[in-house]
Every structure is written in C-alpha cells, then in structure tokens.
C-alpha cells in the first residue's frame, strides 16, 4: 500500500471544505503575481502535500493555507522565464482578495520580512499605505536624513521588483522613469526600441500597484508608485 505525502489529510480537507477558499485564494494570488491558474493550483497543492507540520484541524489553517499559497506562487515566479510581460496580458481586475483572515498591513510586513531589512519593509508599508507619501514625509516617518531616505527607498523598492519578478529591463526603466530619463537614453542604455520603454515601465508599475494594493485590485488611489 503507498505511503501517504506527510499533508495529505490537510489537503484533503482544504479541498473538500469550501469555507477554506482553496481556489479563491490560488486565484487572487494567481491575479497578484500575473500566474497561470491551474499551474499555481497544481504548485500549490505539491507544496501543501509535502507540508507535515499542521493538523487538518488546526485553528489557523485558514491563514496557513494563504501562507502555503503565496510561498508556491513567489516560487514560481522564480522559475519563471523572465520576459517582459505583455501589458495586453496583465488583467485589470481581480476577483477576490487573497489575505482576507489576516491584516493586510501583517501579511505585507511577514511577506516582505524573508528579503528587506526591517527598515526596507517599514519604508514599502508606508509607501503602500500613502502612494503620494514624498520623501521629505518618509525621511521623517523612518528617522533619516532626506539622502537615508531616497537611498533607503531604492534599495527597498529594488528588492521588491525582484521579489515580485520584474525583468531587468522592467526595472532599468521603471527607475529611468522615476529619476525623469528620456525614452531615447533608455532605450539606448538597454539596446532595445525606444517604443518598448514605455511598455516595460508601463507593465512595472501595474506589477508594483497591484502587488502593493491594499484590496489587489489595483483601482484604490494611487501615487507614483
């Protein structure tokens, strides 16, 4: 008789519970993380599969299966080949909110904690709270000068582009866009047509405001992210 996967029992209930929202919660994070659906079902059900730490009927397991989910898609991400995406391909909407049981400023800060310092985190928290947060504002919010904290800002937003899977010529023009560059010397700087620069800063920003969006739907203010 086959040995059965240590979660297997666990995720035997998630899927036979509907209060749990298995695929609600792969779907909005397939939304967040522009994945395929059914690929980040599939992930998502080996990573809960090979998890033997939790019991099917553990109090938390709401909160622990959004965990399992957002761990599988971020591994995806890493796999994935990195090509410019296609704004054609990005959605304008998403249809549920993934981290609904716990809060959302709690589950950006866990997130954020694996790859920024805590200062790092502290500074994308409040810029995802306030888009239209200066850095005047946010020097004075994360005690440092108006230099520690443009420096802060950019270390930090750097490691979230690569944490979320912008490609590098997503992130060369999203940071020309913020520092005001030509189209013409990006686009000369990466070897590419002066017409795709729009498009890759354009496709990093949505990426950046639908990540750092409260309800991941994108549609709340938004600064210049």
Same mark, same amino acid.
């Given at each position: 008789?086959?040995?059965?996967?240590?979660?297997?029992?666990?995720?035997?209930?998630?899927?036979?519970?509907?209060?749990?929202?298995?695929?609600?919660?792969?779907?909005?994070?397939?939304?967040?993380?522009?994945?395929?659906?059914?690929?980040?079902?599939?992930?998502?059900?080996?990573?809960?599969?090979?998890?033997?730490?939790?019991?099917?009927?553990?109090?938390?397991?709401?909160?622990?299966?959004?965990?399992?989910?957002?761990?599988?898609?971020?591994?995806?991400?890493?796999?994935?080949?990195?090509?410019?995406?296609?704004?054609?391909?990005?959605?304008?909407?998403?249809?549920?909110?993934?981290?609904?049981?716990?809060?959302?400023?709690?589950?950006?800060?866990?997130?954020?904690? !694996?790859?920024?310092?805590?200062?790092?985190? #502290? @500074?994308?928290?409040? *810029?995802? $709270?306030?888009?239209? =947060?200066?850095?005047? &504002?946010?020097?004075?919010?994360?005690?440092?000068?108006? !230099?520690?904290?443009?420096?802060?800002?950019? #270390? @930090?937003?750097?490691? *979230?582009? $690569?944490?979320?899977? =912008?490609?590098?010529? &997503?992130?060369?023009?999203?940071?020309?866009?913020?520092?005001?560059?030509?189209?013409?010397?990006?686009? #000369?700087?990466?070897?590419?047509?002066?017409?795709?620069?729009?498009?890759?800063?354009?496709?990093?920003?949505?990426?950046?405001?639908?990540?750092?969006?409260?309800?991941?739907?994108?549609?709340? #203010?938004?600064?210049?992210?």
């Amino acid at each position: 008789m086959p040995t059965q996967r240590p979660g297997h029992r666990v995720l035997q209930r998630i899927i036979a519970e509907p209060d749990l929202r298995f695929r609600a919660t792969v779907d909005g994070y397939a939304h967040r993380y522009t994945l395929d659906r059914d690929d980040l079902y599939q992930a998502a059900s080996e990573r809960l599969l090979r998890q033997g730490n939790v019991e099917p009927d553990h109090e938390g397991l709401r909160g622990w299966l959004d965990r399992c989910v957002n761990y599988a898609a971020l591994d995806m991400i890493k796999e994935r080949n990195r090509q410019p995406v296609l704004m054609s391909e990005l959605p304008e909407r998403a249809t549920s909110t993934p981290q609904e049981s716990v809060g959302w400023e709690q589950w950006l800060t866990t997130l954020l904690a !694996a790859t920024l310092s805590p200062d790092q985190v #502290r @500074a994308v928290v409040e *810029l995802a $709270r306030d888009p239209d =947060l200066d850095l005047r &504002e946010l020097a004075k919010i994360v005690d440092k000068s108006y !230099a520690g904290a443009r420096q802060l800002k950019s #270390r @930090a937003m750097a490691k *979230l582009g $690569r944490l979320i899977g =912008l490609t590098s010529d &997503e992130r060369a023009a999203y940071r020309a866009w913020r520092r005001d560059e030509g189209p013409a010397e990006v686009a #000369r700087r990466l070897g590419i047509d002066p017409a795709q620069v729009d498009r890759l800063r354009r496709a990093a920003s949505v990426k950046l405001r639908r990540f750092l969006s409260r309800d991941a739907t994108g549609s709340r #203010r938004q600064g210049r992210a």
